[in-house]
């Protein structure tokens, strides 16, 4: 007993420092990445889209192919490990991007983003599963949202820093953006570095599917099913203003590097605050119920940005976006982990994936289609709507679970 809590708390001390390392690459690329494209490589509103929906495309047939494998894995470690290691490769690739000739740069990057999603989806789905079967289920609201406090920490520091080194540069010049493409790949070896120390128990090789199995048969699971509609229909709504966001920040608002961290900056803050108060809100009154009170918050932002372009307004309202953005992050990955058990939980997981992968790749497009046939404001109050709306299924998928529970005692009695 004594030796499997110390063998837990290693794991979690190793996730925490990995966890550190993705945030610093993360925050390194994704926030600047349509800022190097649009300023850079000239890249035009189709093209922005496309930095957000061309990788969840590819991450669809990523999901597939990685739940095919992972269902066939003895032990999940090494497969996770490297398909971060491969992903992050890719950043070597975006730092010769600018020597190409202009006519063909920015869709060689956006290529890259997209193609990158491919041993990246292997990752994230594979870390799931990992880490699912590496926490038990008692300790996961605490831990996850003490890992995801310290991770907008760092990610908070580290943009931070980095939007004041790019300010002292011109937008428009590569160079800085090409260093921290480097810099990023170096953190993404730390990454790999602390996957590998994990300790993983070996899968009972009689558990380990042999067989080609899409896994259909998740789909029998109702507390699942309903979690998978909730959550693809929220989905929906916050990712189609992914796009927009940067478009208006960059392009309505003259965001510069500078601004954009200090954006990113004041979300993490308020990420802070408010993560353990959504892990303890979550403890007492369930992931479901807190979901509904976190997607009205997420409702508000779209709203609330296209109100004024003014920058220090903007930075405001990402600080109260961040608020709720804790609660969503945090809440349906425990959600995913308490509708789902050991024994199909990976499939699960690669199944909810592939359909989320599907959003993802609609969503932004979906915006971007309506910035260009009507007007960003237009744009904005669908994604608002939408994203309010997903509170009421949300409220029905409570009220399914709660009388599911109390049946299950009356039956136990």
Same mark, same amino acid.
């Given at each position: 007993m004594a030796e499997s809590f110390s063998t837990l708390k290693l794991n979690e001390k190793l996730s925490i420092r990995n966890g550190i390392a993705t945030t610093v690459v993360l925050n390194i690329c994704n926030n600047y990445f349509p800022l190097f494209a649009i300023s850079v490589l000239g890249a035009t509103n189709y093209q922005v889209g496309l930095i957000s929906s061309l990788p969840q495309f590819i991450g669809m047939f990523a999901m597939l192919l990685g739940s095919l494998i992972l269902s066939r894995l003895e032990e999940k470690k090494k497969f996770t490990a490297y398909s971060f290691l491969?992903?992050?490769? =890719?950043?070597?690739?975006?730092?010769?991007?600018?020597?190409?000739?202009? *006519?063909?740069?920015?869709?060689?990057?956006? $290529?890259?983003?997209?193609?990158?999603?491919?041993?990246?989806?292997?990752?994230?789905?594979?870390? +799931?599963?990992?880490?699912?079967?590496?926490?038990?289920? *008692?300790?996961?609201?605490?831990?996850?949202?003490?890992?995801?406090r310290v991770m907008t920490i760092v990610g908070m520091i580290s943009t931070f820093m980095i939007g004041i080194l790019l300010q002292q540069s011109e937008t428009s010049n590569p160079v800085p953006f090409q260093l921290l493409f480097l810099v990023a790949f170096s953190f993404g070896l730390l990454e790999f570095y602390y996957l590998m120390k994990h300790i993983e128990k070996k899968n009972d090789k009689k558990k380990v599917n042999k067989k080609f199995n899409l896994g259909l048969y998740v789909f029998k699971s109702k507390p699942f099913v309903y979690f998978l509609i909730c959550s693809l229909f929220f989905n929906f709504g916050w990712q189609m203003a992914w796009s927009l966001f940067s478009i208006y920040q960059i392009k309505y608002a003259?965001?510069?590097?500078?601004?954009?961290? $200090? =954006?990113?900056?004041?979300? +993490?803050?308020? +990420?802070? &605050?408010? =993560?353990?108060?959504?892990?303890?809100?979550?403890?007492?009154?369930?992931? &479901?119920?807190?979901?509904?009170?976190?997607?009205?918050?997420? &409702?508000?932002?779209?709203?609330?940005?296209? $109100?004024?372009?003014? $920058?220090?307004?903007?930075?405001?309202?990402? &600080?109260?976006?961040?608020? =709720?953005?804790?609660?969503?992050?945090?809440?349906?990955?425990?959600?995913?982990?308490?509708?789902?058990?050991e024994d199909n939980r990976s499939t699960c997981i690669s199944n909810y994936n592939i359909l989320l992968a599907l959003i993802a790749f609609i969503a932004p497009q979906f915006g971007v289609f309506l910035l260009e046939y009507t007007n960003m404001d237009i744009a904005m109050i669908v994604s608002g709507i939408l994203r309010g709306s997903s509170a009421i299924l949300f409220f029905f998928m409570f009220l399914y679970l709660k009388k599911r529970e109390v049946y299950s005692i009356h039956e136990n009695i």
């Open positions: 491969a992903a992050r490769l =890719f950043l070597i690739a975006m730092f010769f991007v600018i020597y190409l000739p202009i *006519e063909f740069r920015s869709w060689v990057f956006v $290529l890259l983003i997209g193609f990158m999603n491919l041993p990246g989806s292997f990752a994230n789905l594979s870390w +799931q599963s990992f880490i699912g079967d590496i926490i038990p289920d *008692e300790r996961r609201s605490g831990f996850f949202s003490e890992r995801n003259g965001a510069t590097a500078f601004w954009i961290s $200090l =954006f990113t900056v004041s979300n +993490q803050i308020a +990420q802070i &605050a408010s =993560f353990k108060w959504w892990g303890r809100m979550a403890d007492k009154h369930s992931n &479901a119920k807190m979901l509904i009170f976190a997607s009205l918050g997420m &409702a508000s932002t779209p709203i609330l940005t296209m $109100l004024s372009t003014n $920058l220090v307004y903007l930075v405001i309202v990402n &600080a109260s976006s961040g608020l =709720f953005l804790s609660g969503i992050v945090l809440l349906l990955f425990n959600h995913l982990l308490e509708v789902t058990n």
